[in-house]
């Protein structure tokens, strides 16, 4: 950990989400929605974007404690029921170009003793009353991002060997490090890095693979490529012309794979903590696309409510490359938070793929976007599968095939 002041890391983090995540536009409105212990960053956020020239700044909060006595004592044919006002809102808020921070700092058990049907009922719900907002979210039509603070329920899962009272400092002290916060300049740090992310994606663009081919202890597959794919990594650019980060922290590079090209296994390498739940050592089989067995040694029930959502949430809508040697990977924390673990690790994500991975996809219909590969679906959920011990080629469109990581590193 940096000596440099702790209040003034913090003071860092939140121009960092305002200025490099969502870089708030002068006269933008800006919604922040995050758990009400992350209230301090939250203020911070909320000062630091009225100095920038919001108009207006509005929070909506979350709390685990409430979640969790919905799920403990609301009637049970209640599940369906959600709060229409607030996706009213968003939608709209996002129909007008606002800017979006979330805060993603959770219990990641807080679900795990209760009904997985009701679990998947309200993910269900939820992702279908935000759809509109989501697609506007993954067309690249509005400037949003997500970060993370540290809790006391989630600080205790990531460090239990740790005295009590040190734990949520330990957590917090790791958020800032990773997130470039402990440096005296980080937006100048984090231009940098998003630099040399671009670097990597120029490479892979110009390679344009028809497929990526996945070796490791428990995973044989290929996936393959939508053709004129595009990739991404660290900084992307509104419709409208805004650069932002939509992940602070962000090591991957990533792009969309095609929806009925992917063959073979795939093993995980880290839990996935999924609607309060830890899904864990699970596998997938792929068959022309689609998840055709699965099996986990932990939270198997929410896995296949997951893969069942929808037909989309079958296949894969993502694949994203980071190499082992990441800041976070390097810190040795296994997070229990996707945000941070996805960014430690090559990962994989079933669902709805992002429309600005291949050439005119945010212009595309829907059946056009399904012609050329793209998978749709209400849900996105991003997986872990990279480690020291994965090695990846690429695929080229005359037949040839070249190294792309060895151990978990580029090559090149």
């Known amino acids: 950990m940096s000596e440099y002041p702790f209040e003034q890391q913090l003071h860092n983090y939140a121009d960092v989400?305002?200025?490099?995540?969502?870089?708030?536009?002068?006269?933008?409105?800006?919604?922040?929605?995050?758990?009400?212990?992350?209230?301090?960053?939250?203020?911070?956020?909320?000062?630091?974007?009225?100095?920038?020239?919001?108009?207006?700044?509005?929070?909506?909060?979350?709390d685990d404690a409430v979640t969790l006595a919905r799920f403990q004592y609301a009637p049970r044919d209640s599940f369906e029921?959600?709060?229409?006002?607030?996706?009213?809102?968003?939608?709209?808020?996002?129909q007008r170009g606002d800017a979006f921070i979330a805060i993603h700092a959770t219990d990641p058990?807080?679900?795990?003793?209760?009904?997985?049907?009701?679990?998947?009922?309200?993910?269900?719900?939820?992702?279908?009353?935000?759809?509109?907002?989501?697609?506007?979210?993954?067309?690249?039509?509005?400037?949003?991002?997500?970060?993370?603070?540290?809790?006391?329920?989630?600080?205790?899962?990531?460090?239990?060997?740790?005295?009590?009272?040190?734990?949520?400092?330990?957590?917090?002290?790791?958020?800032l490090t990773i997130c470039r916060a402990d440096q005296p300049d980080p937006v100048a740090v984090w231009q940098a890095h998003t630099q040399q992310l671009a670097a990597r994606c120029d490479f892979l663009n110009a390679k344009q693979y028809t497929a990526l081919k996945y070796t490791a202890p428990g995973t044989d597959l290929t996936v393959g490529l939508v053709a004129n794919h595009i990739w991404h990594g660290g900084q992307k650019e509104t419709l409208t012309g805004i650069p932002f980060i939509p992940n602070v922290p962000t090591e991957e590079v990533f792009t969309m794979p095609h929806k009925d090209r992917v063959e073979g296994v795939v093993t995980s390498t880290k839990p996935l903590s999924y609607a309060g739940v830890l899904i864990e050592n699970f596998r997938l089989k792929f068959v022309e696309g689609?998840?055709?067995?699965?099996?986990?040694?932990?939270?198997?029930?929410?896995?296949?409510?997951?893969?069942?959502?929808?037909?989309?949430?079958?296949?894969?809508?993502?694949?994203?490359?980071v190499p082992h040697n990441s800041p976070i990977a390097q810190s040795g924390v296994l997070?229990?938070?996707?945000?941070?673990?996805?960014?430690?690790?090559?990962?994989?994500?079933?669902?709805?793929?992002?429309?600005?991975?291949?050439?005119?996809?945010?212009?595309?219909?829907?059946?056009?976007?399904?012609?050329?590969?793209?998978?749709?679906?209400?849900?996105?959920v991003d997986f872990m599968i990279g480690s020291e011990a994965m090695d990846i080629d690429g695929l080229l469109a005359d037949g040839?095939?070249?190294?792309?990581?060895?151990?978990?590193?580029?090559?090149n």
């Open 17 to 62: 989400a305002v200025k490099i995540g969502v870089n708030l536009q002068a006269g933008q409105r800006l919604i922040v929605r995050g758990p009400i212990e992350a209230a301090p960053l939250i203020r911070l956020i909320t000062v630091s974007a009225y100095q920038a020239g919001a108009r207006l700044v509005d929070v909506i909060w979350s």
């Open 81 to 94: 029921e959600y709060p229409t006002w607030q996706a009213k809102g968003l939608i709209e808020a996002a």
């Open 109 to 175: 058990d807080l679900l795990k003793e209760q009904d997985s049907d009701l679990v998947a009922l309200t993910q269900r719900t939820h992702q279908r009353h935000l759809q509109e907002y989501f697609a506007h979210i993954m067309s690249d039509k509005v400037n949003w991002c997500v970060i993370s603070y540290p809790v006391a329920s989630w600080a205790a899962r990531i460090f239990p060997e740790v005295p009590t009272e040190q734990q949520v400092e330990k957590l917090g002290a790791a958020i």
């Open 290 to 321: 689609k998840i055709v067995e699965f099996a986990a040694e932990r939270g198997e029930a929410v896995l296949r409510k997951l893969i069942e959502t929808d037909e989309g949430a079958a296949r894969l809508g993502e694949v994203a490359l």
């Open 335 to 380: 997070f229990y938070n996707t945000l941070f673990d996805e960014n430690a690790s090559s990962h994989l994500a079933v669902g709805r793929a992002y429309r600005f991975c291949i050439e005119g996809g945010p212009q595309m219909s829907n059946e056009e976007f399904a012609a050329v590969g793209g998978n749709d679906s209400l849900t996105h």
């Open 400 to 411: 040839t095939t070249e190294p792309l990581m060895r151990a978990g590193e580029w090559v």
